[in-house]
Nanobody
Framework: QVHVVESGGGLVQAGGSLRLSCAASGTVLHFMSMGWYRQIPGKQRELVAS???????VYADSVKGRFTISRANAKNTVYLQMNNLKPEDTGRYYC????????????WGQGTQVTVSS
């Protein structure tokens, strides 16, 4: 089985920075394209950034120039460096993507809360 855990969220003032981590542990067979998503109560989950297995990145327009997604394949981990945070970045951040476990079971995490105060 594979377990995915997000971490690194917290409360920060506008203009501050946070670094989120998404780590997959267990019997990981393939750790491929991954993305960070943001969920705000009452709204649909939206893609913030994604990274392919080849390192190709895609960003939502609202975070371009402020957020950077990266990956450490040897650690089965994806990061999201968030700089110059704004109150509208507040939400619960989840990672999701293509992970294959030896037995086909992946337990996705509960996300990590990011709150930006003005």
């Amino acid at each position: 089985q594979v377990h995915v855990v997000e971490s690194g969220g917290g409360l920060v003032q506008a203009g501050g920075s946070l670094r989120l981590s998404c780590a997959a542990s267990g019997t990981v067979l393939h750790f491929m394209s991954m993305g960070w998503y943001r969920q705000i109560p009452g709204k649909q989950r939206e893609l913030v950034a994604s990274i392919g297995s080849d390192g190709t990145t895609v960003y939502a327009d609202s975070v371009k120039g402020r957020f950077t997604i990266s990956r450490a394949n040897a650690k089965n981990t994806v990061y999201l460096q968030m700089n110059n945070l704004k109150p509208e970045d507040t939400g619960r951040y989840y990672c999701d993507g293509h992970i294959v476990s030896v037995d086909g079971t992946v337990h996705w995490g509960q996300g990590t809360q990011v709150t930006v105060s003005s």
